[in-house]
């Protein structure tokens, strides 16, 4: 997995630290129930041990996966963020012509995107649709349920 990650410094802070986390006091518990459950016997069929080891190497997959976040990550100086088109980093007020219900969206990097706090990525099919359009535009998003189309109200940061 390589290219480029953008990122705010919030988001690259708090990968960051969910790294050093996982590194330092996850791998010592994964290696400490790997050890506990060597110390029960025979290992061909101890259960808790095949665990242990399969926790073990998900984690190592994960921490490689964030790890290559990180070394490809760009932090995004929000302060020279063009607010006159929708893009990364970008709080899009729009209105679901659908519902006709108002949503504020910010769109973020994959590595960012958090949907219980209206963080979309750029990749997702709502950000796609918004992506580049201005305000007044109305972007159709072609979603799994259906199209959307939203109508861009206002672009902050």
């Known amino acids: ?56 190497g998900h984690l190592e997959a994960k921490l ?27 709080t899009v007020e729009v209105l679901n012509k659908k519902v006709n219900k108002k949503m504020m969206i910010t769109l973020v990097s994959e590595a960012e995107a958090n949907l219980k706090e209206n963080k979309l990525s750029i990749t997702s099919p709502i950000g796609k649709a918004l992506m580049g359009k201005a305000v007044g535009d109305i972007a159709t998003a072609h979603t799994p349920g259906g199209s959307i189309d939203l109508e861009i109200l206002n672009i902050t940061i």
């Open 1 to 56: 997995m390589s290219g480029v990650f953008y990122m705010t410094q919030e988001g690259y802070d708090k990968l960051a630290e969910e790294v050093r986390y996982l590194r330092t006091v996850k791998r010592q518990e994964v290696a400490k129930a790997i050890a506990e459950a060597r110390e029960k016997g025979d290992l061909s069929e101890n259960a808790e041990y095949h665990a242990a080891k399969e926790e073990q």
């Open 64 to 90: 490689v996966e964030m790890e290559n976040k990180l070394a490809n990550a760009r932090v995004m100086d929000e302060s020279k963020v063009d607010t006159s088109k929708a893009g990364i980093l970008s």
